[in-house]
């Protein structure tokens, strides 16, 4: 048993540790206040010192659809995810009222470029675990979200399903789509209906 690795870290608040510990499943608990606002090698009294990271090295790879070839690992650094999140915050007019809501994985380019979209903007986010057009939009609705970023495909069922059933309607100001090419009826369904 000494050879095994030791177990992964959760970073949550301190006042929450005791709610969502057995989340980590006897991960350690890292207070999130060792790591608020403090600069870079400072941390609260007893805690550990932690380095700014370098911004240009590699951060995660994520791979492409392979809707064009072969699925391609892609290179992201810090920088490069924070130069797309302002991107989108400029094209999407984005800001602290914002409510995105999240139908994309987490591990793909649309779910990481909307997390950090909403740290940067200090919007909220609001994830979905599962996918039913309906449900999705009466959830969307009781949120309040405001932007949807995705595939097509997503926003194309989400709005017949709006269609379909006008009482339930739509809270959404924005679509960021892409990953696929945009269908004609699907931008003169969002333009000309929503």
Same mark, same amino acid.
């Given at each position: 048993?000494?050879?095994?690795?030791?177990?992964?870290?959760?970073?949550? $608040?301190?006042?929450?540790?005791?709610? @969502?510990?057995?989340?980590?499943?006897?991960?350690?608990?890292?207070? /999130?206040?060792?790591?608020?606002?403090?600069?870079?090698?400072?941390?609260?009294?007893?805690?550990?010192?932690?380095?700014? $990271?370098?911004?240009?090295?590699?951060?995660?790879?994520?791979?492409?659809?392979?809707?064009?070839?072969?699925?391609?690992?892609?290179?992201?650094?810090?920088?490069?995810?924070?130069?797309?999140?302002?991107?989108?915050?400029?094209?999407?007019?984005?800001?602290?009222?914002?409510? /995105?809501?999240?139908?994309? $994985?987490?591990?793909?380019?649309?779910?990481?470029?909307?997390?950090?979209?909403?740290?940067?903007?200090?919007?909220?986010?609001?994830?979905?675990?599962?996918?039913?057009?309906?449900?999705?939009?009466?959830?969307?609705?009781?949120?309040?979200?405001?932007?949807?970023?995705?595939? $097509?495909?997503?926003?194309?069922?989400?709005?017949?399903?709006?269609?379909?059933?006008?009482?339930?309607?739509?809270?959404?100001?924005?679509?960021?789509?892409?990953?696929?090419? @945009?269908?004609?009826?699907?931008?003169?369904?969002?333009?000309?209906?929503?």
């Amino acid at each position: 048993l000494a050879a095994l690795p030791r177990p992964p870290r959760g970073i949550l $608040p301190a006042g929450e540790a005791g709610r @969502l510990g057995e989340a980590l499943g006897g991960a350690e608990a890292v207070p /999130l206040e060792l790591f608020d606002g403090r600069p870079a090698g400072r941390a609260a009294e007893g805690g550990r010192p932690w380095a700014e $990271p370098d911004r240009d090295r590699a951060a995660v790879v994520l791979f492409s659809s392979g809707t064009t070839g072969r699925p391609k690992g892609v290179v992201h650094s810090l920088n490069t995810l924070t130069a797309g999140a302002a991107n989108m915050a400029r094209i999407t007019g984005a800001g602290e009222d914002t409510v /995105l809501f999240l139908i994309s $994985p987490l591990t793909s380019i649309a779910g990481l470029m909307q997390v950090h979209l909403a740290a940067d903007q200090h919007a909220a986010l609001v994830l979905e675990d599962r996918f039913d057009p309906r449900q999705t939009l009466r959830r969307m609705r009781e949120a309040g979200a405001t932007l949807l970023g995705g595939a $097509p495909v997503i926003a194309e069922r989400l709005l017949r399903a709006a269609t379909a059933a006008p009482e339930v309607g739509v809270s959404l100001r924005t679509l960021a789509l892409g990953g696929a090419m @945009l269908p004609r009826p699907l931008l003169e369904l969002a333009t000309d209906r929503f």
